[in-house]
């Protein structure tokens, strides 16, 4: 059988080393914690478990690195070549990855192999965007010329979440190392695993020791440490909206620079001349992929009110035949939940649900047999009958739990749709061109489909509206986010300015 750890770093006792400084280092205290695969519960790794004083070094490393090694002085070409060996390297152990990613975090196979594809692309596509101009020269008064350019922004925290444990480490780690930062980056405690594999990738492309670190931690600590530094220029986070507050929050000390992608509750607008059966299909893709574990994830279907009962008939019939199971077995179409916490957090929701008085059309709690007893499965879930002030219409659920509300006309449309605190994405569904552009101009979110959910290109931005986050990931918006601006002024004219008489 293939061993897909194999590239993971040890301790000769097994524990899965940290790489901190271009080490592979343990805890300073030796401490560890225990990685499961949340489609059997089985113990999948044990990983080093970082304590501040492992963080306190690892920022050290960084600030060494910036500061005194020799990336901060390596050109464009060099880095984009470092990233392109990676991307390279990336594609070389895709079939590893993949496999990781669906043992650590649960997802169907398919899903992590897409992953590594947009990972190994994504350090492609900011290797391009590396060389390419990025400054300003302009026309001023004569005698002076003045420039502007980029610089990188320096030491970089990372903190990412779960559910996309390789695609979150190199959405941050691709466009700050284009740029010439200096990465630390904190996977989430429960999916560790690819980021770490990542790291003995790049250091085996030759990543000058130090620039790239990643801590294995848990969030309240190294996470907490990172955000608080004052050796740290910038923090990059993605997760939880309650999580970005305090990070925010400890980010003030040095007034580090900040970028937030957090949570959703977007909508998909379906009009009744959609195309029926895409609609219906998009639905479904919009909000079970990756067990509804996305922040863009079409959470809220807001159905034109004629269309509610011959929509729901379908998408019912439809969502109960999903294939719910391990990630490796090639039919499943939906894996399980990250952790049991999380199952019940969701699971909570579903209550919370009932007693508000929505309707449950399907779902609402785990599978039958084996299955519903080993890992944390849900079966897909729609709920209808809903009114704006329920808890389920406004709060990230963040599962397979799909809530439904109607409108009469477009105008309803747009306002129910900016209902929430959140503005991170929305999807508009209507055979009217027209129609599709005013309603997709006056939502408020960072991310908008038309006649399609879900597809994410490194070249175009990623990030919210609202409380959906702050700054955008990907693109060169997400290049931008990693520089600091700098003008240049030179006096053409070297001689006295004449403004002092004596
Ligand atoms: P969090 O937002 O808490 O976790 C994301 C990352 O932040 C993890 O690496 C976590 O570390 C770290 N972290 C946690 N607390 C702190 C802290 N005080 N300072 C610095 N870093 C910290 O997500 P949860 O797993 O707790 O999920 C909670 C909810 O957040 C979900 O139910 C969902 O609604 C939302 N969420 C949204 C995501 C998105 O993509 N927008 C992704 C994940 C969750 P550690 O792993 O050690 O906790």
């Known amino acids: 059988m293939v061993d897909w750890l194999e590239g993971l770093r040890r301790a000769e006792d097994g524990t899965a080393l940290m790489y901190i400084a271009g080490e592979w ?44 090694g020799p990336w901060r002085s390596s050109s464009a070409h060099e880095r984009a070549l470092l990233l392109l060996r990676l991307a390279d390297k990336i594609d070389e152990h895709a079939a590893e990855l993949a496999a ?35 400054g300003q020269a302009f026309d001023v008064p004569a005698p002076s010329q003045t420039f ?62 130090g620039v790239v670190n990643v801590l294995t931690g848990a969030g309240p600590v ?39 992608e957090l949570g959703g509750k977007s909508p998909n607008i379906v009009f009744a001349d959609a195309d029926f059966e895409t609609a219906v299909d998009y639905a479904l893709y919009a909000i079970y992929v990756n067990a509804g574990q996305v922040c863009s994830a079409g959470s809220r279907l807001l159905i034109e ?7 729901m008939e379908r998408l019912v019939e439809r969502a109960t035949r999903i294939q719910v199971g391990d990630g490796f077995d090639p039919n499943t179409e939906m894996g399980p939940l990250i952790t049991p916490a999380h199952m019940e957090k969701v699971e909570r929701y579903i209550a919370t649900g009932l007693a508000e008085g929505a309707r449950l059309l399907c779902g609402g709690k785990r599978p039958e047999g084996a299955l519903g007893q080993r ?68 939502v408020r979110a960072g991310i908008t489909w038309i006649n399609t959910y879900h597809p994410t290109y490194n070249e175009a931005p990623w990030g ?12 060169t918006f997400g290049f931008e986010e990693y520089t600091e601006v700098k003008q240049i002024n030179v006096n053409l004219a070297v001689e006295q300015t004449g403004w002092y008489r004596h």
């Open 25 to 68: 280092t343990k805890a300073s205290d030796n401490g560890s914690r225990t990685v499961y695969n949340p489609a059997t519960g089985d113990v999948i790794a044990v990983v080093a478990e970082a304590t501040l004083a492992d963080g306190e070094r690892a920022i050290r490393a960084a600030r060494a690195a910036f500061d005194e």
């Open 100 to 134: 990781v990613d669906t043992m650590n975090n649960g997802k169907p196979l398919r899903e992590s192999e897409f992953d590594v594809t947009d990972a190994a692309n994504c350090f492609r596509y900011y290797a391009g965007l590396a060389t390419k101009p990025h």
């Open 148 to 209: 502007v350019v980029r610089e990188p922004v320096g030491v970089c925290g990372q903190i990412i979440p779960w559910n996309y444990p390789l695609l979150m480490a190199v959405w941050k780690m691709a466009p700050a190392l284009a740029a010439g930062n200096v990465c630390i980056l904190k996977p989430s405690e429960v999916t560790p695993l690819s980021a770490l594999i990542l790291a003995s990738l790049m250091e085996e492309v030759g990543f000058p020791p």
């Open 222 to 260: 190294v996470g907490h440490l990172l955000a608080e530094s004052h050796l740290v220029d910038k923090i990059a986070f993605t997760g939880g909206t309650v999580t970005g507050r305090s990070i925010m929050q400890a980010a003030t000390g040095n007034l580090k620079k900040i970028s937030l």
């Open 305 to 311: 009110r004629s269309l509610h009962d011959r929509f």
């Open 375 to 442: 890992g944390n499965y849900l079966l897909p879930t729609i709920f209808t009958d809903t009114t704006p002030d329920m808890r389920i219409v406004q709060e990230e659920i963040f599962g397979p739990v799909l809530v439904v509300q109607t409108f009469s006309d477009e105008d309803e449309a747009i306002r129910l749709a900016n209902d929430t605190i959140y503005g991170l994405a929305a999807a508009v569904f209507t055979s009217d061109v027209a129609k599709a552009h005013r309603v997709v101009k006056q």
């Open 464 to 475: 919210g509206y609202k409380q959906s986050g702050i700054g955008r990931e990907l693109g």
